[in-house]
C-alpha cells in the first residue's frame, strides 16, 4: 500500500494548479458576481473555456483517436480536484460525462458538428432529464418525442435544467414508446440546439443558485440529432451517472475551505487580543473538519484508484456519495459556526468572511445529498450491493 | 498511489485467517472466557510457530521483517475474531524495544518471537491525559533509574517480561522499560469491559531501563499504540456490520426479512460507511508508521473515527438484532463488549479531538 501521488502525478497536479491561476482572473471573478454568470455562460467565461480547450486539456482523459491524452481516472480527479479548487464553473458534465456518450454514439454529424467544438471549448450542453413529475424515479418522465418522417417532434416540460439559459444544447431524455409498462425500456437521447424553434426557459431560482424550466413545444429536430439506438436510451443516462459521481464529493475544494478558514481564524483577533483559534471550541470543529477531509481525501483517491484498475465496487461508489454530499453540508456548518455571526453575511456585504463563500456553499448544500441519485438510493445500493441484504420490492 | 496489499501481505491475512478462523467458534471462545484470564495458550503457540509472531520483528530477532503495516493486517483479523490473544500489547511493544533497545534484547525478542515471553505498555495513568505529559516520575541515581507513579489498564502486566512506560525526566518525557515482576511494583488485577486482564499498576522506585529520552520516540509509541487500537476496531467493526446484514436477511417479523424494511438496510448502509472511513483513515496512518513519517495527525484521526465508529456500529448493530444482539449465546455480544473497549482505549474521540485541534492551532498560528 502507498498512499502517495507518484511524481508524475504530482507534476500534474502543480501544472494544472499554477494553468488555472490564469484562468480565474478578476475580470472572471468580477463576472461571476451576476448571479445569471455564476455557472459560467458570461462572455469572460467563454474566453477563458475556449482557451482551455485550446490548450489541449478539455481532451484529458479522452481516447487518442479524438484527439485526447487517455489520462487515467487518478489524473482525470487530480485535474477535477484543481479545477474545482480553483473555482472556475468547468462545464464538467459537459467535457466528461456528456461529451464522451457523444463521442461514441452520436450521428456523424454530432461528432463532426458538436463533439470537436466541445474539444475546443466552445461548446455547454445543459442536461435535460428531470421533470416536474420525474426526479428520482426518472424513467418515469413523460416528455414525448414522435417520428414524423425524417424528424422528431418534442412535446413536454423539463425541470431544473440548469445552464439552459446560455448552454447551446439540451442533452435531452424523452419518451418515444408510451406504453407505460416500457419504462425504461421506452426512453430515447436527443441533442437539441438551443436555437431550435419551440424550445423556451424560465428562470427558477432557488436558495443559492439559478437554474431553469425548459419548454419544449411541438419542436422539430432531424433524426441526426438522435443520440444511440431508438427505445436505448436509459443505458446512456446511467453510463453518464456513473461518471459523474465521484466528481461530485471531490476532496480539494472543501479542503480549500478549511484552510481558508483556519488561517483567518488565526488571523482574527478578539478583543482581549488572542487569536479566535486559540479558542477550544474553533479548535475542535476544525479538528472535525480535518477528520472528515481525512476520511473523504482517502474515498475519492481510493475510488481514482479503483477505476484506473478497472476495479470500482458500485457499493464503494455510493458510500462516497452519501458520505461526501452529507460531510460537506457538516463541514460548512462547523466553519460557518466559527465566523459565528458573520457567517450569514452575504459576498460583497461589509464585513462577508471569505467573500462569502462559505455563507454560500451552504446554500447550495442539499442539492447533492437528493440530486445525483439522492442518498436513500445509494445507501439502498449500498445494503445490496455492498452487504447482500434483500430489498423491498420496488 | 497503490492501495493493493501485497503477495505477502495477503499470504499473512490468509494464514491469520486460517489460525485465527479455526480456534475462535463460539464454543472455544466460551471455555477460555471461564478461565481466569481471557488468553488462549495454545493459539498463542499456534500463531508462534505460524512465525505470525514475528511478523513485523526483524530478521536477527527471528522475525519477518514485514513491517508495521502488515503487523496490522494481523491485529485486523485478531479484532474480526476477537480471538484471545494480546497481539497488541506483546507485538506492539516489541517493535519498540527493538526499535530502541537495540541488541541488548536480542534474546528477549527472540522469545516474544517464539511465543515465550510476553510484553506490554502502559499508557493511561488514572487522572491524566493520554497525550499529556505523564506523572509518573523518572529520577537517575548511581545504580540507574528508578520510577515512580501510577498506570491504569495496563494489559496483561502479571504475564509479562517487561512492560514499556512513559516518564517524566528532568530533561523531558522519555521512554522506559520496567520489569512488572520486581517487588516495587504492585500489580492489582482490574475487570474491564472486554474482560481482557488489565491491571492498575504502581510504581514506587522500580528499576527502569531507559529506552529512549528523545520526545518524538514516546510519540511514535504512542502514535503506534493508537493506530494498533483503530487497526482492531476495524476487524471489530467490519464483523458487527456483517453479522447484522445477515441476520436481518434471516430473521422475519411481519412476513418479510426485516432487513426489507429501509430504515433498516439504511442503519447498517451507514455502518458500512463508518466502517470503510475507519478503515481508510486507519490504513492511512499504519503506512505513514510503516515508511516512518510523521504519522500523530493521521493517528489522531484514526482515533477520532475509532471512537465514532466502534459507539455507532455497535449501536446500530445491537438495535437491528433486537435481544437476539445482547445475549451471551449469540456472538454479536463479544465484539460490542471489544467495540466499547477500544473506544476508551489510548484516548477517546473528545480528548483526541482537542490534541488534534491544539495541532492545528500551531501549524496555522506563525
Ligand atoms: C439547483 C438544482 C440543479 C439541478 N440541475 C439539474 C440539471 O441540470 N438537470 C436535471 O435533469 N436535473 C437537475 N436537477 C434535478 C435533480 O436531479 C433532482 O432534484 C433530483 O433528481 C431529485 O428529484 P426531485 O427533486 O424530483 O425529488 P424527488 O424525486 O421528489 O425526491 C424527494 C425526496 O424523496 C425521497 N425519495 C425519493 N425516492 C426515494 C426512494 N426510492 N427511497 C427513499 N426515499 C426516496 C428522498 O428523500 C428524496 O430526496 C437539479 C436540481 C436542483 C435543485
Redesign the interface.
Known amino acids: 500500500?502507498?498512499?502517495?501521488?507518484?511524481d508524475t502525478?504530482k507534476a500534474l497536479q502543480t501544472e494544472v494548479r499554477e494553468y488555472m491561476r490564469d484562468i480565474v482572473t478578476d475580470d472572471l471573478r468580477e463576472e461571476m458576481k451576476n448571479p445569471e454568470y455564476f455557472e459560467g455562460g458570461g462572455p469572460v467565461f467563454r474566453e477563458k473555456f475556449a482557451r482551455m480547450g485550446r490548450d489541449g486539456w478539455i481532451a484529458l482523459s479522452w481516447p487518442s483517436a479524438l484527439g485526447g491524452r487517455e489520462a487515467t481516472p487518478?489524473e482525470q480527479y487530480i485535474f477535477t480536484e484543481e479545477v474545482m479548487a480553483s473555482g472556475f464553473p468547468y462545464p464538467f458534465l459537459t467535457t466528461d460525462a456528456v461529451g464522451p456518450v457523444l463521442a461514441e454514439h452520436g450521428s456523424a454529424s454530432i461528432r463532426d458538428e458538436v463533439v470537436k467544438t466541445i474539444l475546443q471549448g466552445e461548446t455547454v450542453v445543459a442536461i435535460g432529464y428531470s421533470e416536474p413529475g420525474a426526479g428520482t424515479d426518472l424513467a418515469s418522465l413523460t416528455t414525448r418525442a414522435k417520428r414524423d418522417g425524417d424528424d422528431w417532434v418534442i412535446n413536454g416540460q423539463k425541470m431544473w435544467t440548469s445552464l439552459a439559459n446560455f448552454a447551446d444544447y439540451i442533452w435531452l431524455a424523452a419518451r418515444t414508446d408510451p406504453d407505460e409498462s416500457k419504462k425504461h425500456k421506452g426512453l430515447t437521447m436527443f441533442l437539441i440546439p438551443a436555437d431550435t424553434p419551440g424550445f423556451s426557459h424560465t428562470p427558477v431560482w432557488t436558495l443559492g443558485v439559478r437554474t431553469n424550466a425548459t419548454y419544449y413545444e411541438n419542436l422539430r429536430i432531424p433524426d441526426r440529432y438522435r443520440v444511440g439506438e431508438v427505445n436505448r436510451g436509459w443505458k446512456l443516462i446511467t453510463g453518464q451517472l456513473n461518471r459523474e459521481r465521484l466528481s461530485l464529493v471531490n476532496h480539494g475544494p472543501v479542503e480549500a475551505l478549511y484552510r481558508r478558514t483556519?488561517?483567518w481564524?488565526?488571523e482574527t483577533a478578539l478583543s482581549d487580543g488572542s487569536?479566535l483559534?486559540?479558542r477550544?471550541w474553533?479548535?475542535?470543529n476544525?479538528?472535525?473538519v480535518?477528520?472528515g477531509l481525512?476520511?473523504l481525501r482517502?474515498?475519492c483517491?481510493?475510488q481514482?484508484?479503483?477505476m484506473t484498475?478497472g476495479a470500482l465496487g458500485m457499493?464503494?461508489a455510493s458510500?462516497a456519495k452519501?458520505?461526501g454530499t452529507e460531510f460537506f453540508v457538516e463541514l460548512y456548518r462547523l466553519l460557518l459556526e466559527i465566523m459565528g455571526q458573520s457567517g450569514v453575511i452575504c459576498a460583497d456585504s461589509p464585513g462577508a468572511v471569505l467573500q462569502g463563500d462559505i455563507e454560500h456553499r451552504y446554500r447550495v448544500g442539499s442539492i447533492l445529498t437528493f440530486g445525483g441519485g439522492c442518498n436513500?438510493i445509494?445507501?439502498?445500493i449500498?445494503?445490496?450491493a455492498?452487504?447482500?441484504?434483500?430489498?423491498?420490492e420496488r | 498511489?497503490?492501495?493493493?496489499?501485497?503477495e505477502e501481505?495477503q499470504d499473512v491475512i490468509k494464514l491469520a485467517q486460517q489460525i485465527l478462523g479455526d480456534q475462535t467458534e463460539p464454543a472455544a471462545l466460551k471455555l477460555i472466557e471461564e478461565q481466569r484470564h481471557r488468553f488462549d495458550e495454545k493459539l498463542w503457540q499456534d500463531l508462534a510457530a505460524s512465525g505470525l509472531l514475528g511478523v513485523a520483528l526483524s530478521e536477527a530477532n527471528g522475525g519477518m521483517a514485514f513491517g508495521f503495516?502488515t503487523l496490522c493486517l494481523l491485529i485486523e483479523e485478531v479484532g474480526r475474531t476477537v480471538a484471545p490473544v494480546p497481539v497488541i500489547p506483546v507485538l506492539v511493544s516489541a517493535l519498540f524495544l527493538e526499535q530502541l533497545g537495540g541488541e541488548a534484547f536480542a534474546s528477549t525478542l527472540a522469545d516474544v518471537a517464539t511465543g515465550k515471553t510476553l510484553l506490554s505498555s502502559a499508557i493511561s495513568e488514572p487522572g491524566a491525559e493520554v497525550r499529556e505529559t505523564p506523572t509518573t516520575r523518572a529520577v537517575a541515581d548511581e545504580e540507574g533509574w528508578r520510577l515512580w507513579g501510577t498506570k491504569t489498564c495496563v494489559p496483561i502486566a502479571e504475564h509479562c517480561a517487561g512492560v514499556l512506560v512513559a516518564a517524566q525526566t528532568q530533561g523531558g518525557v522519555a521512554l522506559f522499560l520496567v520489569d512488572p515482576t520486581t517487588d516495587t511494583v504492585t500489580l492489582q488485577r482490574q475487570h474491564v469491559t472486554c474482560s481482557e486482564s488489565q491491571y492498575l499498576m504502581e510504581l514506587e522506585g522500580t528499576a527502569a531501563t531507559l529506552l529512549s529520552d528523545v520526545a518524538a520516540d514516546v510519540t511514535a509509541w504512542l502514535d503506534a499504540l493508537t493506530v494498533a487500537y483503530a487497526t482492531m476496531a476495524v476487524g471489530v467493526c467490519d464483523r458487527m456490520?456483517?453479522m447484522s446484514?445477515?441476520y436481518?436477511?434471516e430473521r422475519q417479523q411481519f412476513g418479510?426479512?426485516v432487513?426489507?424494511?429501509?430504515a433498516v438496510?439504511?442503519r447498517?448502509?451507514?455502518c458500512?460507511?463508518d466502517v470503510?472511513?475507519?478503515r481508510?483513515?486507519t490504513?492511512?496512518a499504519a503506512?505513514l508508521i510503516d515508511q516512518g513519517l510523521p504519522a500523530t495527525?493521521?493517528a489522531?484521526?484514526a482515533k477520532?473515527?475509532t471512537g465514532d465508529a466502534t459507539h455507532r456500529v455497535s449501536q446500530a448493530s445491537q438495535h437491528v438484532h433486537g435481544g437476539i444482539g445482547v445475549d451471551r449465546d449469540y456472538p454479536l455480544f463479544r465484539y460490542c463488549l471489544w467495540a466499547r473497549q477500544l473506544e476508551l482505549s489510548a484516548g477517546s474521540s473528545a480528548e483526541m479531538?482537542?490534541c488534534?485541534?491544539?495541532r492545528?492551532?500551531s501549524?496555522?498560528?506563525?
Do not use: N
Open positions: 500500500m502507498k498512499i502517495e501521488f507518484t502525478q487518478m483556519a488561517q481564524a488565526a487569536m483559534i486559540s477550544p474553533v479548535q475542535h476544525l479538528a472535525r480535518k477528520v481525512d476520511a482517502m474515498m483517491l481510493k481514482a484508484w479503483a484498475e457499493a464503494e458510500a452519501v458520505y436513500e445509494q445507501r439502498d449500498i445494503s445490496a455492498g452487504l447482500w441484504m434483500p430489498r423491498a | 498511489m497503490d492501495f493493493s496489499y501485497t501481505q503495516e456490520m456483517r446484514a445477515s436481518t436477511s418479510v426479512p432487513a426489507t424494511f429501509q438496510g439504511h447498517v448502509a451507514d458500512f460507511i470503510e472511513c475507519l481508510l483513515v490504513q492511512q503506512s495527525d493521521a489522531l484521526s477520532i473515527w479531538t482537542a488534534l485541534g491544539k492545528i492551532e501549524q496555522f498560528s506563525s
